[in-house]
């Protein structure tokens, strides 16, 4: 268990790490993620290893912000204690926004970023992963998040937060390098001046120690985001004006083009996508040529209410769909299966032919 200090002397010496650090490359850290990790192989599962109660109280009551109220269990028991939705994050927590739980270390963090905009979150993330520990514990549904790293949009990145003031833009920090490098190549793609306006609308991330989730009427808002592993984004719309929070016009060209880009990154596997299947419908007419859609289409998953952003989530590690080789996500009724596709492997050449430049973007 890493000490309180730690973080401290991380977060003190920020500005001095992105000048001196050594960074590992994305692709050996991609390639060591490759290993076979602990992850089941049904997607939807999200189970992680589990703290067991007692193990490590003091860690979970410092971290878990629902930890008095779930009886002092580290993980929150998964069963709500009444059935009717929205009557389970803790009462106390339910206000309309989470900033009140951030620690020093975030405040500091976000200070630093903001008053320096040529800071290289890429950089800093990537110095961080080869350090730090595990950051999400417990499942998405009832977990929480240690020392989370907060979503911070800058000039390179064409992030624009959908709900800025309620600090609930806190992930892993592969989920924060993840976001960040798919912003980036969002203004790449989108470089001309007719399309200057096109932004990235991400939704929740989690809480700055994770937990349940409220919205903004205090109930609760998400069945997951408690952990730092998963993240809504706004549809990718090109025509002006460039909406500020999520719209149902689904732009099924652009929306492929942003969804492969997400799988493609360097930082986080995504274990599934979830969208309404009558959009999933409209990606399968937009990228019906595509040789990656039959592959990349197991991992975008109908579920209800996702008619207005997709919902992305991550696995611990970074790699191809899937997270892991026998990955077996649910497949749609009317998805044709291909027998004889050995997926990983081509998933693994796939990945190793992304784009680099977002990698690196000098000041
Ligand atoms: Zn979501």
């Given at each position: 268990m890493k000490s309180r200090g730690y973080t401290r002397y991380m977060m003190a010496s920020l500005p001095f790490l992105v000048f001196f650090l050594s960074v590992l490359p994305p692709d050996a850290q991609a390639a060591q993620a490759f290993?076979?990790?602990?992850?089941?192989?049904?997607?939807?599962?999200?189970?992680?290893e589990v703290l067991e109660d007692g193990e490590d109280l003091g860690f979970c009551a410092e971290w878990n912000p629902e930890f008095v109220y779930r009886?002092?269990?580290?993980?929150?028991?998964?069963?709500?204690?009444?059935?009717?939705?929205?009557?389970?994050?803790?009462p106390k927590r339910t206000?309309?926004?989470?900033?009140?739980?951030?620690?020093e270390d975030q405040h500091f963090y976000r200070d630093v970023l903001l008053a320096d905009s040529n800071i290289d979150v890429l950089q800093l993330v990537e110095s961080d992963l080869g350090i730090k520990g595990r950051q999400s514990y417990c499942s998405v549904n009832n977990g929480f998040l240690a020392w989370g790293r907060q979503l911070i949009p800058n000039s390179r990145n064409r992030i624009h937060l959908?709900?800025?003031?309620?600090?609930?833009?806190f992930g892993t920090d592969r989920m924060i390098g993840m976001i960040e490098w798919v912003g980036r190549r969002v203004a790449e793609r989108y470089y001309a001046p007719e399309f200057e306006k096109v932004r990235l609308v991400v939704g929740d991330i989690s809480a700055?120690?994770?937990g349940c989730l409220a919205g903004r009427s205090g109930?609760?808002?998400?069945?997951?985001?408690?952990?730092?592993l998963d993240v809504d984004f706004g549809f990718l719309v090109e025509?002006?004006?460039?909406?500020n929070t999520f719209t149902r016009e689904f732009d099924a060209k652009a929306n492929w083009w942003l969804l492969k880009q997400l799988f493609q990154n360097p930082y986080a596997c995504i274990k599934v996508v979830f969208l309404d299947r009558r959009l999933i419908r409209k990606l399968a007419k937009a990228a019906?040529?595509?040789?990656?859609w039959p592959v990349l289409r197991r991992f975008i998953r109908h579920v209800k209410f996702h008619r207005n952003h997709h919902h992305v989530r991550i696995g611990p590690h970074a790699g191809?769909?899937?997270?892991?080789?026998?990955?077996n996500p649910e497949l749609e009724a009317n998805i044709e299966e291909?027998?004889?596709?050995?997926?990983f492997s081509d998933l693994l050449e796939w990945m190793e032919a992304r784009?680099?430049?977002?990698?690196r973007i000098d000041p």
């Open positions: 290993a076979p990790g602990d992850l089941p192989p049904e997607p939807s599962s999200d189970y992680l009886g002092h269990h580290c993980c929150a028991k998964a069963k709500p204690r009444k059935k009717r939705r929205g009557s389970w994050c803790d206000r309309s926004n989470y900033c009140h739980e951030m620690t959908k709900s800025p003031d309620r600090c609930v833009d700055p120690r994770g109930r609760r808002g998400h069945a997951s985001h408690t952990s730092g025509k002006k004006p460039a909406p019906k040529d595509d040789p990656m191809p769909p899937g997270c892991e080789a026998d990955a291909n027998t004889d596709y050995d997926g784009p680099t430049s977002t990698l």
